[in-house]
């Protein structure tokens, strides 16, 4: 039985199993992962899909991370279920892995609506190394593309169509379309930089209906009657927590895995981190998906509390890091 098991692949679940393999250099360390090739760098895909960066480059070498620090890892491995009274994590091909202690880092999901023609080929979400790979495998056939989106990830898959050559229309569903915590003036700023770089952007308009020909997307109608071509259809809408293998184990769930400012869960032997969790402080819970940094400084956390130490994380303003993203990218259009 390993001591410590892992689910997850990405970057809070790599920093605890590391923290882990350090503090406790004699236990045994177990990472299960749904991803053939779990680590790599997601804030670099889009630049990855408009070709200005080598593949290679996304990529942490999970084999030889693994290999040095003797941590096991099973990838393309998905947990199902967990039984709690045998302390087990169950995995998609019938094994049970038991633990004794568990962190749940398995980030979010994006959400598509359900729409007429959402099943039509060239739609994608963009969140993973498998959208971005069907992305770039597309572009050199299309000419048009429309984003329904908003947000930090709405901006990205813009960035990664419209530096690929595309011309880009956005529609953004919300009145405060960008980066809902902060003031009017941060999205105007945002809109006003994806106009001057050529992006048509729409706001308050919604997708109605995808419109296809030969099983293939060619324009998107809107609820304001708008009709947009477009090769290809990307959505960055909601997300949600990829807490599916949870429900009904009576661990306490919200919009993600609810945890302490020490990351346990209200199961004292299962901890959460990164984008699932959902941190319950001064009886507020905060949002889930807070980011890249975060998830590594709670990968830690988490990775020092199922050790034994004392680690607190910080509870901040969400609306610090939303900033932060908001600034640095528009940056990343140069
Ligand atoms: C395009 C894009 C751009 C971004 N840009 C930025 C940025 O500029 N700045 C920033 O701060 N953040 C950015 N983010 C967000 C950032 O990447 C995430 O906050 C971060 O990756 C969260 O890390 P995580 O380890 O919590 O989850 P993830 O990186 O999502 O990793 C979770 C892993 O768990 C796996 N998994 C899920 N369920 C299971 C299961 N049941 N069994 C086994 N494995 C499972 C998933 O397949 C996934 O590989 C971006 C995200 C995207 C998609």
Redesign the pocket.
Known sequence: MPDFVV???????TQAAETLRELRPKSSIAL????ER?FYM??L??DFVAGRMAEDRLWRDTESTAEAHDITILTG???TGIDRAERALILDDGIRLEYGKLLV????KPVLPELPGIDLDRVTP??CYADATRLTSWISEASTAVVVGRG??GV?LTRALRLSGLSVTMLVPDESPWFPELFEVRGTLVESDLERRGVQVIALDRAAELVGQEGRVVAVKTSEGRELPADIVGFALDQRA?VE?LVGSGISLADGVVVNERLQSSDVDVFAA???AQIEHDGRRRPI?????R?IEQGEAAGRNMAGEEAVVGVGDESEAQAL?GMSLLARWD
């Not at 880092?105 to 979010?108: D, I, S």
């Not at 998906?289 to 940094?293: A, D, I, Q, S």
């Open positions: 689910v997850g692949g990405g970057a809070a679940a299960v992962a749904e991803e779990p997601r804030p895909l889009a491995t998905t947990a880092a398995t980030g979010v963009f969140s930090l990830q990205e990829r293998f990164g984008d699932v998906g807070y980011g890249w940094l998830a993203y």
